[in-house]
């Protein structure tokens, strides 16, 4: 830019010169010629006072030193200092003659064919009516101009030098401040209002650029945030397979805090299948398997990422922890696998006793028996589907049974009532302390706290008891079930919650147990986001702590 600016100055500067040079020279020719005719007329004055006084013999006395021509009044001319009169054609259609004829004085500027050379000529009319005209070449002047030159030569010169030096510093002095620009600053103020239009569109981009970056920055953040929060792992590879982006939830799902930005994809898992997949997505193809690391089951979706021409130029790997799952897949069947036991055994004991009063086997005496035994199985039947209708309610999750105030001691209470039988037969006695209140669902608390309660007595000895304590604080409400029966194995404690688990299966059915008594409860209680605990001892008894939370 400093030597284009130095280009323009020294050129333009050159041009001015030259045309300034041009004009002076031309203006100078014209003064000398205006002057040269001025001392023409003044001469021409003089030496017509003298023709006019002694005719043409004045000049055989006096020298002019200019070309001297007498023309008379039919144009011919009659005397030249310098050419042959004879050798001159009519000079009658001349322009300074014919202006002298005219008004006294005539002047011309013009090539001159009979001396060939550029003439002023000045002529005034004689007293005899002929014309004296004195001319002189422009020589003198193109002369003198041409001296001038030299001199004018040097003055170029020295003003190109001048120019030169100026030139280069105000090229330099207005670089200056456009290189110092700061790009990045705000309020810019130029150092001159010329520059006013370059400032204000940098700022005008500055605030395009930082506004672009702003949303670039935003989006990015964004992202991390959205990938950071995942609870799904999530890794970018490039095209040679090295890991550009992982998030914290991959690091934490693999156990893998070591590995980072700029490892191999290869370093979070190493099996045969994993780095065949990763093979395949970089080759373009999507790729879905399971991996097992830690005895958890990952869910491995692999999608590989392609530039506008196709080209793989990476891959996305996301990484689902899918172990509950499996898990909840496979309680699903085992619980379906133990309905159809459950139901099958009673069934089959029913067809087989059924069966036997059919074809008139058993003795009449025994029908009694038999149907009673039919009956019990009928029963136990009833509550095994009962027991897995209510299960199933509560399992949906969908809070479909109405919420209320529940009285929680007058619940017991009713409970009590219900179970009092079963409980006198084994002398137990029941007893409820405290008052809580909370809002739920009546029939869930009452299958929950009847089951306990049912379990109490059922695995109660005979003589004991079973208590129900109550409290309630602002925010929660605690129900504990106490007895002093014979207890949970320290080994059972975390499995009685499970379907169908029971601690001595006999016992459990003998007592008319289905095995989903306590899986009802668990539900129950997480139906009203609640928690459950167990404390038992074996022999010494049994209590079930349940807190539940109130609702704002
Ligand atoms: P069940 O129908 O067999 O009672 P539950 O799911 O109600 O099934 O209980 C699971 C198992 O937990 C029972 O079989 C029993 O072994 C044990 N259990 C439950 N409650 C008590 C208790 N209060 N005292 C001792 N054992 C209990």
Redesign the pocket.
């Known amino acids: 830019m400093t030597s284009k600016i130095f280009k323009y100055c020294m050129i333009s500067t050159l041009v001015a010169i030259i045309v300034t040079i041009g004009l002076f020279f031309n203006v100078l020719y014209h003064e000398f010629e205006n002057s040269t005719m001025d001392n023409l007329k003044e001469e021409v004055a003089l030496v017509k006072v003298g023709v006019d006084h002694e005719g043409i013999a004045y000049f055989d006395d006096v020298n002019v030193a200019q070309r001297v021509t007498i023309i008379d009044q039919s144009g011919d001319v009659i005397y030249d200092n310098v050419t042959d009169e004879e050798d001159l054609e009519d000079h009658s259609d001349r322009e300074e003659v014919i202006e002298a004829l005219d008004s006294g004085w005539g002047y011309a500027t013009r090539y001159s064919e009979s001396i060939g050379k550029q003439s002023i000529y000045v002529a005034t009319l004689l007293e005899n009516g002929d014309i004296l005209r004195i001319s002189t070449t422009a020589d003198t002047t193109t002369t003198v101009l041409l001296r001038m030159s030299v001199h004018i030569v040097w003055i170029v010169l020295i003003v190109m030098v001048v120019t030169f030096l100026i030139a280069h510093r105000l090229a330099k002095k207005i670089v200056k401040p456009i290189n110092e620009i700061d790009l990045d600053g705000t309020n810019l103020i130029a150092p001159y209002k010329e520059l006013n239009p370059l400032y204000s569109k940098i700022e005008r981009q500055n605030y395009t650029i930082s506004k672009q970056l702003n949303e670039l920055q935003k989006r990015q953040d964004e992202f991390k945030l959205i990938v950071r929060n995942m609870n799904e792992g999530i890794i970018m590879i490039n095209k040679e397979a090295n890991i550009i982006t992982i998030n914290h939830a991959m690091k934490a799902l693999f156990k893998i805090d070591d590995v980072d930005v700029g490892d191999s994809v290869y370093e979070i898992y190493r099996s045969q299948d994993f780095m065949k997949a990763v093979e395949e997505v970089l080759a373009g193809h999507k790729q879905n398997i399971h991996i097992e690391k830690d005895k958890r089951i990952f869910d491995v979706i692999m999608g590989p990422a392609k530039n506008d021409e196709e080209e793989v130029e990476g891959a996305t790997i996301i990484i689902f922890d899918i172990t509950e799952k499996e898990l909840q897949e496979k309680m699903r069947r085992e619980f379906s696998a133990n309905v159809s036991h459950e139901l099958k055994t009673p069934l089959t004991t029913i067809s087989g006793f059924a069966e036997i009063m059919k074809n008139g086997v058993a003795d009449i005496n025994d029908t009694k028996e038999l149907a009673g035994n039919i009956y019990d199985e009928a029963q136990r039947l009833i509550k095994l589907v009962e027991d897995i209708i209510h299960l199933s309610s509560l399992d949906a999750k969908a809070k479909v049974h109405e919420h209320e105030e529940v009285d929680l001691n007058k619940l017991t209470n009713e409970v009590f009532d219900h179970q009092k039988p079963s409980a006198d037969k084994k002398k137990i006695s029941l007893e409820v302390d405290g008052e809580a209140k909370i809002i739920g669902s009546y029939s869930v608390l009452e299958e929950m706290i009847n ?2 309660v049912d ?2 007595i ?3 000895n005979e003589g004991g008891y079973v208590k129900v304590i109550l409290k309630e604080d602002e925010r929660n409400t605690y129900i504990s079930v106490e ?1 002093n ?4 194995p320290a080994d ?1 404690k975390d499995r ?2 499970e379907r169908f ?4 299966k006999s ?2 059915k003998e ?1 008319g ?7 009802i ?1 668990k539900h129950a209680v997480l139906y009203h986001d609640g928690e459950i605990t167990v404390d ?1 001892d074996l022999k010494k008894g ?1 209590t ?1 702590k349940i807190i539940l939370p109130k609702k704002d």
């Open positions: 089951n306990l379990n109490a059922k695995y109660g007895d029966g014979i207890g949970i059972s009685i919650f688990y029971r601690v001595d016992r459990s007592l147990g289905t095995g989903l008594g306590l899986s409860v038992s049994t079930f």
